[in-house]
T-cell receptor, first 108, second 114 residues
Framework: RKEVEQDPGPFNVPEGATVAFNCTYS??????FFWYRQDCRKEPKLLMS???SGNEDGRFTAQLNRASQYISLLIRDSKLSDSATYLC?????????FGAGTILRVKS | DVKVTQSSRYLVKRTGEKVFLECVQD?????MFWYRQDPGLGLRLIYF???????EKGDIPEGYSVSREKKERFSLILESASTNQTSMYLC?????????????FGSGTQLSVL
């Protein structure tokens, strides 16, 4: 079983829609989590950190559920520019473990 | 803004060649990493370094070595390239190993081994 698993998608949504991705992790000792965004043929960039209490940044909300070992990312009022691959990342000691990514396509 | 620069965007090599991938960061970061990214597998850690002349194996170090002679430069070496090393290689750096360590990535090197 992979340490961090994501639904690869693609999620095809219309502009203005709300979309949510989940990510499960297998190592209960993982200390912190992140969402990175990767545009086509570009490098990943940090979108936001995920805290136990939740984290909101504008239209983006990240949640951590330690009991069920999953992380979620909610995007409200989707924009065309949100189209990208979203990478779920868990920290395991000195290492960051990346999921394979979820593809989001926002269409007009 | 932090800049992580990888020497080549695209590289084509032949099986058995020795390949050097160079990475330079300009923000005096302590930590540097090499990942490879393959469809459906995500980013996998090859090697990382927390200090000059220091290196640690990641999850898939076989067939690779690294060199960090200066703080700003971290090189990935394929001693004898093979076709299964065809991949996108991403270098990253970070300031420290803190709880919310943020990785800054280079733009990647797409390596094709023929």
């Amino acid at each position: 079983r992979k340490e961090v698993e994501q639904d690869p998608g693609p999620f095809n949504v219309p502009e203005g829609a709300t979309v949510a991705f989940n990510c499960t992790y297998s190592n209960s000792a993982s200390q912190s989590f992140f969402w990175y965004r990767q545009d086509c043929r570009k490098e990943p960039k940090l979108l936001m950190s995920v805290y136990s209490s939740g984290n909101e940044d504008g239209r983006f909300t990240a949640q951590l559920n330690r009991a069920s070992q999953y992380i979620s990312l909610l995007i409200r009022d989707s924009k065309l520019s949100d189209s990208a691959t979203y990478l779920c990342v868990g920290r395991d000691g000195n290492k960051l473990v990346f999921g394979a990514g979820t593809i989001l396509r926002v269409k007009s | 803004d932090v800049k992580v620069t990888q020497s080549s965007r695209y590289l084509v090599k032949r099986t058995g060649e020795k390949v050097f991938l160079e990475c330079v960061q300009d923000m005096d970061h302590e930590n540097m990493f090499w990942y490879r990214q393959d469809p459906g597998l995500g980013l996998r850690l090859i090697y990382f370094s927390y200090d000059v002349k220091m290196k640690e194996k990641g999850d898939i170090p076989e067939g690779y070595s690294v060199s960090r002679e200066k703080k700003e430069r971290f090189s990935l070496i394929l001693e004898s390239a093979s076709t299964n090393q065809t991949s996108m290689y991403l270098c990253a750096s970070s300031r420290d190993s803190g709880y919310n360590e943020k990785l800054f990535f280079g733009s990647g090197t797409q390596l094709s081994v023929l």
